[in-house]
C-alpha cells in the first residue's frame, strides 16, 4: 500500500471516529431523530427565500 492510501486510510477512520464521537455526544444532550428531521425537513442545502432574491 502506497504513502498516499496509507493516509487517506487514516483521514477516513479519523473523520469517522469524530462522527461517531459527535453522535454519541448529540445523543447524551437529548437530541432525537424526529428534532433532527423536523429542522432538516427540506434536506441540507443553502436555503434562498424569495424576497431574499434581487431581480434587476
Do not use: P
Not at 498516499?4 to 479519523?14: E, M
Amino acid at each position: 500500500m502506497k504513502k498516499g492510501w496509507k493516509i487517506f486510510a487514516i483521514v477516513c477512520g479519523c473523520t469517522a471516529g469524530a462522527g461517531v464521537i459527535l453522535c454519541i455526544a448529540a445523543l447524551m444532550l437529548g437530541v432525537t431523530w424526529q428534532s433532527v428531521s423536523d429542522e432538516l425537513a427540506d434536506g441540507v442545502g443553502v436555503v434562498v427565500r424569495e424576497s431574499n432574491i434581487r431581480r434587476s
